[in-house]
Nanobody, 124 residues
C-alpha cells in the first residue's frame, strides 16, 4: 500500500504561480515513477507531468510544457509540481499518482495509487 497526500492548491489569478506537493508513505518511494494528473469539472482526468524513479527523466503534456516543472526528492518521499504562468484553463483538481504498472507515463491505468486531490482555481 502507498498513501499519497497532496497539498498546495488554492485560488490564484492568471499569471500567478503555485507549487503542489505530494507526500508518499508506505513503500519504497524511489522504486516508482510518479505522475501528476488533473481533472476539470465535467472532463476526464488527464495527464499533466511525470517523472522517472531517479528524477532524471521528466515528461509533460503539451499544454503545460514550459510553464510547469515536476521534481522529486527521494530522501523526503515527495514529488512536487511547480506551476508558473497559470491560466484559467489550468483550473482543476490535481492528483499525484504512483506509476506502478508502467503502461506509459500518460496512461492513467498504469497508476495504481492516487492521492485525494487538491483544487487549483485560476481566475482571469
Amino acid at each position: 500500500q502507498v498513501q499519497l497526500v497532496e497539498s498546495g492548491g488554492g485560488l490564484v489569478q492568471a499569471g500567478d504561480s503555485l507549487r503542489l506537493s505530494c507526500a508518499a508513505s508506505g513503500r519504497t518511494f524511489s522504486n516508482y515513477g510518479m505522475g501528476w494528473f488533473r481533472q476539470a469539472q465535467g472532463k476526464e482526468r488527464g495527464f499533466v507531468a511525470a517523472i522517472s524513479r531517479s528524477g532524471g527523466n521528466t515528461y509533460y503534456a503539451d499544454s503545460v510544457k514550459g510553464r510547469f516543472t515536476i521534481s522529486r526528492d527521494n530522501a523526503k518521499n515527495t514529488v512536487s509540481l511547480q506551476m508558473n504562468s497559470l491560466k484559467p484553463e489550468d483550473t482543476a483538481v490535481y492528483y499525484c499518482a504512483v506509476d506502478e504498472l508502467r503502461l506509459g507515463v500518460t496512461n492513467p491505468k498504469g497508476y495504481t495509487y492516487w492521492g485525494q486531490g487538491t483544487q487549483v482555481t485560476v481566475s482571469s
